[in-house]
C-alpha cells in the first residue's frame, strides 16, 4: 500500500530537549516536504526537498532541521523546542515536477511544555 | 504567503443537500488542487484542475475554475454524513524555486453534513 509514515503520533516533551520526527514514504517519490499546521494559520510549510541531499527552507523554518539523506526518509529535527512550537506536524511527499497530488502523512501532534 | 482563502470558513448542511465551497486566490498559477482533512488527520487528495481547464467532475464533486477572478469552486452534492471535514484549497507557486511542486494551502472550509 503506497503510504507515508510518520513517527511518533503524539508528543509532549520539555523546552530545550533535542526530539525527532521521522518521515518515510515507500512510493519512491523525489519531492517530500513538512508542513505546520496551527488554528486559524493553515498549513505553512516548513522545509521541503527535491531530492537526496537536496533541501531548502519553507514559509517558517526557524527552529527546525532536517536532512535527506535517504529518498524515502524525510526526518524533521527540532534541535532546542519551544512551547510556540507546539503544532500538528504533517509530512508529504509528492512525485517531482507537476502537477501532481501530494500524498499526506497521518500526522505528529507536538506539545512543548 | 497565504494565496488562496476558502469561503466560507464553515458551512452545515444536512444530509442529501449540497455543498459549495469556494477558494479565492492573488496570483496567476498553473493549477488548482482540492483536499480534504478529517478532524486531525492527513490531508486527502481530491481534484486537480489546470489553469486551461474551467471544470472538472470527481463522482459527487465538481470543481470550476475561473481565471479571470482567480477563483475556484467545490460542489459537493447530495452531501453525506462522512462528508462531514475541512476542504482546503492548493495552489502552485510559480514565484518559487521547487520545480511545479510547491503548494500552497488556505485556511480551510469546515463542512458539517448532519444526518
Known amino acids: 500500500e503506497a503510504q507515508v509514515t510518520q513517527n511518533p503520533r503524539y508528543l509532549i516533551t520539555v523546552t530545550g530537549k533535542k526530539l525527532t520526527v521521522t518521515c518515510s514514504q515507500n512510493?519512491?517519490?523525489?519531492?517530500m516536504s513538512w508542513y505546520r499546521q496551527d488554528p486559524g494559520l493553515g498549513l505553512r510549510q516548513i522545509y521541503y526537498?527535491?531530492?537526496?541531499?537536496?533541501?531548502d527552507k519553507g514559509d517558517v523554518p526557524e527552529g527546525y532541521k532536517v536532512s535527506r539523506k535517504e529518498k524515502r526518509n524525510f526526518p524533521l529535527i527540532l534541535e532546542s523546542p519551544s512551547p510556540n512550537q507546539t503544532s500538528l506536524y504533517f509530512c508529504?511527499?509528492?512525485?517531482?515536477?507537476?502537477?501532481?497530488?501530494?500524498?499526506f502523512g497521518p500526522g505528529t501532534r507536538l506539545t512543548v511544555t | 504567503s497565504q494565496q488562496g482563502e476558502e469561503d466560507p470558513q464553515a458551512l452545515s448542511i444536512q444530509e442529501g443537500e449540497n455543498a459549495t465551497m469556494n477558494c479565492s486566490y492573488k496570483?496567476?498559477?498553473?493549477?488548482l488542487q482540492w483536499y480534504r482533512q478529517n478532524s486531525g488527520r492527513g490531508l486527502v487528495h481530491l481534484i486537480l484542475?489546470?489553469?486551461?481547464?474551467r471544470e472538472k467532475h470527481s463522482g459527487r464533486l465538481r470543481v470550476t475554475l475561473d481565471t479571470s477572478k482567480k477563483s475556484s469552486s467545490l460542489l459537493i452534492t447530495a452531501s453525506r454524513a462522512a462528508d462531514t471535514a475541512s476542504y482546503f484549497c492548493?495552489?502552485?507557486?510559480?514565484?518559487?524555486?521547487?520545480?511545479?511542486?510547491?503548494?500552497?494551502f488556505g485556511k480551510g472550509t469546515t463542512l458539517s453534513v448532519s444526518s
Open positions: 496570483t496567476s498559477i498553473n493549477n
Open positions: 492548493a495552489t502552485d507557486s510559480p514565484f518559487r524555486n521547487q520545480a511545479g511542486t510547491a503548494l500552497i
Open positions: 526537498s527535491m531530492n537526496v541531499e537536496v533541501t
Open positions: 512510493m519512491n517519490h523525489e519531492y
Open positions: 484542475i489546470r489553469s486551461n481547464e
Open positions: 508529504a511527499s509528492q512525485i517531482a515536477g507537476g502537477p501532481y497530488e501530494q500524498y
